[in-house]
C-alpha cells in the first residue's frame, strides 16, 4: 500500500478512517451549504425581478430630461438589472458546475474510503493465514 511503518497498525488504520469519515461528512456539508445558498440566490433574483418590474411600470420619459431624480430612478432600475442577471448566472453556474463538482469529489473520496478498508482487510486476511 505504500505506507510507512508507523501507519502500518490498527490504531493508524482507524485513525486514517476516521479522517476519511471527517473529510466526506464536511464535503457534505459545504455542498448542503452551497446548495442552500443556490436557492436563496434564486429566491433573491424572484423578488428582485418583481422590484424591476414594478419600477419599470413608472413612466417618466415625458419628464426624465426636467427632473434629475428621475434619471437616478432610471440608473438605479437599469443597474439592478443587470445586478439581477449576474446574481441568476452566478447561482446557475454554482448549481450546475459548482455543485455537480462537490458531487463528483465526494463520490471519489468515497470511492477512494472504500477501496483502502477493502485493501486493508484482504491484507490483514493474507497477513493472517501467512502468520
Known amino acids: 500500500m505504500g505506507f510507512g511503518t508507523q ?17 466526506i461528512k464536511v464535503l457534505e456539508n459545504i455542498k448542503r451549504c452551497m446548495a442552500l445558498r443556490v436557492e436563496s440566490d434564486r429566491q433573491y433574483a424572484t423578488s428582485l425581478a418583481k422590484v424591476i418590474a414594478q419600477a419599470q411600470k413608472v413612466d417618466s420619459s415625458e419628464f426624465s430630461d426636467t427632473l434629475t431624480f428621475l434619471k437616478v430612478w432610471d440608473n438605479i432600475v437599469s443597474e439592478s438589472d443587470v445586478f439581477l442577471k449576474q446574481v441568476r448566472e452566478n447561482a446557475d453556474t454554482l448549481a450546475g458546475r459548482t455543485l ?8 471519489e473520496k468515497k470511492n477512494m474510503r472504500r477501496f483502502y478498508v477493502e485493501e486493508r482487510n484482504r491484507l490483514e486476511t493474507d497477513f493472517s493465514r501467512v502468520s
Do not use: K
Open 100 to 107: 455537480d463538482t462537490m458531487t463528483t469529489i465526494i463520490n
Open 7 to 23: 501507519l502500518q497498525g490498527r490504531i493508524s488504520h482507524r485513525a486514517l478512517i476516521e479522517v476519511q469519515d471527517i473529510e
